[in-house]
T-cell receptor, first 114, second 113 residues
Framework: DGGITQSPKYLFRKEGQNVTLSCEQNLNHDAMYWYRQDPGQGLRLIYYSQIVNDFQKGDIAEGYSVSREKKESFPLTVTSAQKNPTAFYLC?????????????FGPGTRLTVL | QKEVEQDPGPLSVPEGAIVSLNCTYSNSAFQYFMWYRQYSRKGPELLMYTYSSGNKEDGRFTAQVDKSSKYISLFIRDSQPSDSATYLCAMSERETSGSRLTFGEGTQLTVNP
């Protein structure tokens, strides 16, 4: 089945620890995205990548880092510099080269800082 | 001020009702408009997208865009309990290659049997 997978579904982190969220897609999409969702805030863009080995900061990149070494993978690291990391994290992908570039979302990872 | 405003609800309606969900926006450069449905603890799924002003219909769903008023709507006819979810509007300026979407905060809808 084609789609986007995120792991783990739930993640608990102690303060001061870095954690990495996984995102994999087998849709052969060029573009990938990371969003954060908080109650009352909607989805906010953290980072996005239009092509392998290239990525850009979104609206709330501070305290996060990403890599795009493979087309199908776009992991997100939440660093200890992120002051309020508890949230629902969503990964998305899109073809990246068409008139209406529809984004498809994974099931999400819920991160809780203890 | 947020670029996209959406009433978070919650909105509760009886089964069979017509539901109207709305978003307003301030950025006149937005050209593409989308509605996503998100069930609890799941990722959003695309319902509809539109480009120009006017209406687009897909089954029980109708998306409406009024660019002059910077206002978009999603209508759900004959609402069902399975429509209970959070509905997110999203908008984009660019049309190609990794378009950035700006989302509303979502409206939580409950359809009661």
């Amino acid at each position: 089945d084609g789609g986007i997978t995120q792991s783990p579904k739930y993640l608990f982190r102690k303060e001061g620890q870095n954690v990495t969220l996984s995102c994999e897609q087998n849709l052969n999409h060029d573009a990938m995205y990371w969003y954060r969702q908080d109650p009352g805030q909607g989805l906010r863009l953290i980072y996005y990548s239009q092509i392998v080995n290239d990525f850009q900061k979104g609206d709330i990149a501070e305290g996060y880092s990403v890599s795009r070494e493979k087309k199908e993978s776009f992991p997100l690291t939440v660093t200890s510099a992120q002051k309020n990391p508890t949230a629902f994290y969503l990964c998305a992908s899109s073809i990246g080269d068409r008139e209406i570039d529809t984004q498809y979302f994974g099931p999400g990872t819920r991160l809780t800082v203890l | 001020q947020k670029e996209v405003e959406q009433d978070p609800g919650p909105l509760s309606v009886p089964e069979g009702a017509i539901v109207s969900l709305n978003c307003t926006y301030s950025n006149s450069a937005f050209q593409y408009f989308m509605w996503y449905r998100q069930y609890s603890r799941k990722g959003p799924e695309l319902l509809m997208y539109t480009y120009s002003s006017g209406n687009k219909e897909d089954g029980r769903f109708t998306a409406q865009v009024d660019k002059s008023s910077k206002y978009i709507s999603l209508f759900i006819r004959d609402s069902q309990p399975s429509d209970s979810a959070t509905y997110l509007c999203a908008m984009s300026e660019r049309e190609t290659s990794g378009s950035r979407l700006t989302f509303g905060e979502g409206t939580q809808l409950t359809v009661n049997p």
